[in-house]
């Protein structure tokens, strides 16, 4: 979004900068959110009775939150535009709170809950947080509300550095009190939801304007024309679409996976997970800057899927050749390979997505871009549901692999120069 071209209110606000601490609140209350996101992430499966049986039940778990948050996320983006961003952060944080709540009421073991009925009342925590966790993009209109052009990469850095650092501690935090007692993590997550409220509502300063969201080009239809006549702009979507989905399948069975081969429960899974999250957080935090400067995009953007696929491999690797040992080493490598493709193609897609695209319709195509994505962690965890039992349960992990591949072939295809350079880093 840095690159944007000024609003034309931008070149009349009357300060440049911020509100005072609002960056730096926004940060803590965005970082909060994503603990309590993180925490609940790799335990997903053990909330499933019977989740080796029935695989589909856990992948629908993920499934079932972004196909809300898919519908949930323009709208409250759309409201937020209306009453303003901070009366709709924190009710999408109270809503993430009940969701929360729920979802450790119907993991105790005081209410005896029949398996199916836990399993609806989980399903029911799920599509509550889904339709009202639009944090993430109503805290970046807010940004957007604060900044100008000139400054709102930096604004957007401490967004991505909050979510990055939050998903990289909540999900060791779940591992350990998963272990304890399955409820305890949702109560706590539902606490850092309920502080992220509280901090919104007594400490962030309402947004000084209200500048129309991505949301707004959802009940405009017309407005995508422009962007399905450009070719290379619609092929990259495409691929990011795909890449996402390809991702959400590890995501979603890893848990099961790990279960099924080492006998991990909550702890160790957990673990695993915040092992990821600290690789995605070192390449994307430290990394990724510098590699593009010496680079440039296409070249990353067209690795970034064969790392991921060799991750997946490794994953396949672990499958037929189970137990600790060599097997276990592979594991370990295969997530950080796996991790760091991810973590240098999606930031280099996007920028491309950026370059191929009319500037004055960056919000737009971002609003579409961020859809795309959201459909891809429904249809991600679908297919990896399945094909979960095929292949000593890495059926998953072989599509993964399958459409990375495909993904990097296309863009190796597709790669040209980038509009108004001269020059493109090879």
């Given at each position: ?5 000024p609003?034309?209110n931008?070149?009349k606000?009357?300060s ?6 609002a ?13 309590g ?12 009775h ?8 856990v ?5 079932i939150f972004?196909?809300c ?11 937020s535009d ?17 969701g929360?709540?729920?979802?450790g009421?119907?993991?105790?073991p ?5 398996g ?18 639009g ?11 604060v900044?100008t ?12 550095a909050?979510f ?12 350990i ?16 939801s ?20 991505d ?7 017309s ?21 996402m989905a390809?991702f959400?399948?590890m995501?979603?069975?890893i848990?099961l996976?790990?279960n ?34 010496k ?6 953007a ?5 790392f ?8 396949i690797?672990t ?6 040992g ?14 760091t493709g ?5 930031p280099t ?11 004055q319709q ?7 871009y ?8 429904v249809?991600g965890?679908?297919?990896a ?10 059926g ?6 399958i ?8 863009l ?11 020059t493109?880093?090879?």
């Open positions: 979004m840095s690159q944007s071209p609003l034309e931008e070149s606000d009357v440049p900068e911020p509100p005072p601490g960056l730096g609140i926004i940060f803590l209350i965005v970082f909060i959110d994503l603990m996101f993180g925490i609940i992430i790799p335990l997903l499966p053990f909330y499933v019977d989740f080796q049986k029935h695989p589909f039940k992948t629908m778990l993920f499934s972004s196909i948050q898919f519908i949930g996320s323009p709208i409250l983006g759309a409201i209306r009453v303003g961003r901070k009366p709709v952060l924190a009710f999408s944080q109270l809503g993430s709170a009940a929360y709540v729920l979802l009421v119907a993991t105790m005081q209410f005896h809950f029949s199916a009925t836990a399993l609806v009342l989980i399903y029911a925590s799920r599509i509550i947080d889904g339709f009202t966790g944090n993430i993009s109503t805290a970046q209109a807010y940004i957007s509300d900044t052009a000139k400054n709102r990469a930096r604004g957007m850095g401490l967004l991505g909050a990055g650092i939050g998903f990289a501690l909540g999900p060791g935090l779940g591992g009190l998963g272990a304890v007692h399955l409820s305890l993590p949702g109560f706590v997550a539902a606490a850092f309920l502080a992220a409220a509280i901090l919104t509502l007594r400490k962030l300063p309402e947004s000084r304007t209200h500048k129309p969201t949301a707004e080009a959802w009940l405009h239809p407005k995508f024309v422009p962007i399905f006549q450009n070719r290379v702009l619609v092929e990259l979507l495409a691929i990011s679409f795909c890449l390809a959400v399948m995501e979603s069975t848990g996976y790990l099924q081969l080492f006998g991990w429960k909550e702890l160790k899974v957990g673990l695993y997970f915040a092992y990821i999250g600290v690789v995605i957080a070192i390449v994307q935090g430290g990394l990724i800057g510098r590699l593009t400067r680079l440039g995009e296409w070249p990353l067209i690795t970034g899927p064969v991921v696929a060799v991750g997946m491999l490794g994953y690797f499958g037929y050749h189970g137990g600790y060599i097997a276990f080493l592979v594991l370990i490598l295969a997530g950080a390979i796996n991790a991810r973590s240098i193609q999606t897609v996007s920028s491309l997505i950026s370059k191929f695209s009319d500037r960056q919000g737009v195509i971002f609003g579409l961020s859809g795309l994505s959201s459909l891809a962690r249809a965890p679908m297919i549901g399945a094909v979960y039992p095929y292949l000593h349960n890495t998953p992990f072989l599509a993964a692999a459409i990375a591949v495909a993904m990097a072939a296309w190796m295809v597709l790669r040209q120069p980038v509009p108004n350079e001269a493109v880093a090879v």
